[in-house]
Structures are given as structure tokens and as C-alpha cells.
């Protein structure tokens, strides 16, 4: 989609650092990242959020749920981490292409807040 600069990234016309990517998906890290380890999984295809996913979609949101695991090893978080998607003006979603936040080696207090 013109405009969005997460598709931008997928197509590798502006740069980011990749962490992973295939023919469906790229995972690469934030560029203001909120932990140690911030990378961001999105699907190649735009879709702007998941109010938007459709039928169709199913299988692509299974597939991004099913490598997330593998990047995070890949990313040396065996010792867990947060996957976080902010969907709407609520949650303050800022780009308007879906994407899953993986977070990790941030020291957390419980119960938070
Ligand atoms: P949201 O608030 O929409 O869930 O988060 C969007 C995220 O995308 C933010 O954490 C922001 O730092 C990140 N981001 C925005 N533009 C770029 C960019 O051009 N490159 C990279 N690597 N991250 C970006
Ligand atoms: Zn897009």
C-alpha cells in the first residue's frame, strides 16, 4: 500500500534491521525500541489492523503466531517475553499496518504498575 511505511520496510524500500523474513513475513527491530529487545513481526501484506483481517486471512495470522516462537529463540529470549499488538486510536496504534511487538530481557516487576 502507497503511503505506509511499514510496507515500505517489507518491500526493503527504506532500510530496517532484519531479524527475519520470508516470503509472508518480516520481523525487524524497532527503531525506538521500549526494551532490550524490541522487534517488531509484521505480515509482507498490508493489513491495517486486526479489525481488518478477514477470512481469508486465518491462515497468515496462524502462520505470524507460529514463527513468533522461533524468532524470539532466534532473538535469545528463551527466558520469555511479551508479544503486544496496539490495534486503534485507543491502544494508541501509530502505524497503520498490523503488527506484533515482541519484547524481551526487560527486568519486570509483578504485579505491574
Ligand atoms: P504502535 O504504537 O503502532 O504499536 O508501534 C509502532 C512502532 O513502530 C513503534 O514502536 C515505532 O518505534 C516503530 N516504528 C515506526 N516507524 C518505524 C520505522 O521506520 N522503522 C522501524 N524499525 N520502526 C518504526
Ligand atoms: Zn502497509
Known amino acids: 500500500m502507497a503511503d505506509c511505511i511499514f510496507c515500505m520496510i517489507a518491500n526493503h524500500e527504506i532500510p530496517s534491521n532484519v531479524a527475519y523474513e520470508d516470503d509472508r513475513i518480516i520481523a525487524f527491530h524497532d527503531l525506538d525500541p521500549q526494551a532490550p529487545v524490541h522487534v517488531l513481526v509484521i505480515p509482507k501484506k498490508h493489513i491495517s489492523s486486526l479489525d481488518d483481517v478477514k477470512e481469508e486471512d486465518q491462515e497468515l495470522l496462524g502462520y505470524i503466531m507460529f514463527k513468533i516462537h522461533e524468532i524470539a529463540a532466534d532473538l535469545g529470549l528463551e527466558n520469555g517475553y511479551r508479544v503486544v499488538s496496539n490495534n486503534g486510536e485507543d491502544a494508541f496504534q501509530t502505524v497503520k499496518h498490523l503488527h506484533f511487538h ?6 519486570m516487576t509483578w504485579p505491574p504498575g
Open 102 to 107: 515482541i519484547l524481551g530481557k526487560r527486568k
